[in-house]
């Protein structure tokens, strides 16, 4: 008995039909839960390249306003301390001023002598107040500074009249606007050479491209050599 095979074209094509669509309504799901146009590279992959740069960004500045809100909240301890030191030296003040009184006894003046210790052990406390284990006003957070970081400028594209020789407070973006780079700034300048990555770190001053490149250059040199 012969074999017969039947193709039952108009049902494959409504198969493959369903699956298009099944896919597509994942899709449109997938963008509603998420709320976001672009959720994968297969949405948009540039868009999605942009979009991730963007996040980047943002999460780094978003930790730069966490990091000057953690310095805002170590002032406001350091102030309540010194608030209280100040008020503590005013009424310091005032008892002594008291003990200088003659119609004051031998008593009196040694029961405004004990008030002075406990008023210099609150000062001595005080001075002892931490925030985060960081101990702020006994002298050895002179030094320290509070810093909001974060990278204004990357691989930004220049104006065309960039040359080696350009100082960097002076470079423009491909607009022709100022990048406002200023002398004390500090960049940051990474590149690749022989397979390995080196970042070397400077302060603009009237730094020029060439001089940069080539001091960093000379630096990976002699890393390698």
Known sequence: MGMVVKNNISALNTLNTMNRNN??????????????????????????????????????????????????????????????????????????????????????????????????????????????????????????????TTSAFTNQSLGSTTASNSQLTALLDRNGNTLDIKANDKIKVSFVQNGRTFTTEYTVSNTSLSTIFTNASSAAGASLG
């Open 23 to 148: 896919s597509a309504l994942s899709k449109s799901l997938e963008k509603v839960s998420s709320g976001m146009k672009i959720n994968s590279a297969a949405d948009d992959a540039s868009g999605y390249a942009i979009s991730e740069r963007m996040r980047v960004q943002i999460r780094s500045l978003d930790q730069a306003n966490q990091n000057a809100q953690n310095g805002n909240k170590l002032l406001k301890t350091a102030e309540g301390a010194v608030s209280s030191t100040l008020d503590i030296l005013k009424t310091l003040k005032e008892k002594v001023v008291n003990a200088a009184n003659d119609t004051n006894t031998t008593a009196d003046r040694q029961i405004i002598q004990d008030e002075l210790n406990q008023a210099i052990d609150q000062i001595n406390d005080n001075a002892s107040v931490t925030f985060n284990g960081k101990t702020l006003i006994d002298g050895s957070m002179n030094k320290a500074v509070v810093t909001a």
